[in-house]
């Protein structure tokens, strides 16, 4: 079973400030997908990456797909109290059967 | 338009007791996917079903079972609960296709809770 690993684990930060979360496996993934959970609710998916390399931008947060395919980053830029929750991070495994999700970054940014 | 829908919000259960949950999809959605997550450990895929049909399982004992229904709906059945059953217990629906979560966007419902004592 390909695995997914995210850190750090919790992060606290004050508002303003830019943070980076990381998704690492030792498993090449097919496509990756970032989703953020808050308290009491099911995830929400933020962006899927696809390709090697690839960089995609949400507003102010910047996702981007390692080139050997096995690793993903998300950048958070000026953090907003609103940006808390639960990161996490899915794959699908390289033959397209697995779907697996990482254990996640709880964020919490204080205004 | 209604969410993703699951019932009971919260479950407690004893140990060797058995357990159903439902889930309503959002309309139009035919997969539904279960997914347990237990604390520290991260979203854990159970199965997945499309149009009636169970499409992939989890690395999850038989005891864990479910059904997709005609109008799409469906059930997770847990037997024999165990301590360590205690989770959250996600659904999450997405439109037709065998291409499965990563191509058809998965819209989660709320959980339900779960806990055995």
């Known amino acids: 079973t390909q695995l997914l690993e995210q850190s750090p684990q919790f992060l606290s930060i004050q508002e303003g400030e830019n943070l980076t979360v990381y998704c690492n496996s030792s498993?090449?993934?097919?496509?990756l997908q970032w989703y953020r959970q808050e308290p009491g609710e099911g995830p929400v998916l933020l962006v899927t990456?696809?390709?090697?390399?690839e960089v995609k931008k949400l507003k102010r947060l910047t996702f981007q797909f390692g080139d050997a395919r096995k690793d993903s980053s998300l950048h958070i830029t000026a953090a907003q109290p609103g940006d808390t929750g639960l990161y996490l991070c899915?794959?699908?495994?390289?033959?397209?059967?697995?779907?697996?999700f990482g254990p996640g970054t709880r964020l919490s940014v204080l205004p | 338009e209604a969410g993703v829908t699951q019932s009971p919000t919260h479950l407690i259960k004893t140990r060797g007791q058995q357990v159903t949950l439902r889930c309503s999809p959002i309309?139009?959605?035919?997969?539904v996917y279960w997914y347990q997550q237990a604390l520290g450990l991260g979203l854990q895929f159970l199965l997945w079903?499309?149009?009636?049909?169970?499409?992939n399982r989890g690395n999850f004992p038989p005891r864990f079972s479910g059904r997709q229904f005609p109008n799409y709906s469906s059930e997770l059945n847990v037997n024999a609960l165990e301590l360590e059953d205690s989770a959250l217990y996600l659904c999450?629906?997405?439109?037709?296709?065998?291409?499965?979560?990563?191509?058809?966007?998965?819209?989660f419902g709320p959980g339900t809770r779960l806990t055995v004592l």
């Open positions: 990456v696809v390709t090697g390399g």
């Open positions: 999450a629906s997405s439109s037709s296709g065998l291409a499965g979560p990563m191509y058809n966007e998965q819209f």
């Open positions: 309309s139009g959605h035919t997969s």
């Open positions: 079903y499309d149009e009636g049909e169970e499409r």
């Open positions: 899915a794959g699908l495994d390289n033959y397209g059967q697995n779907f697996v």
């Open positions: 498993s090449v993934f097919s496509s």
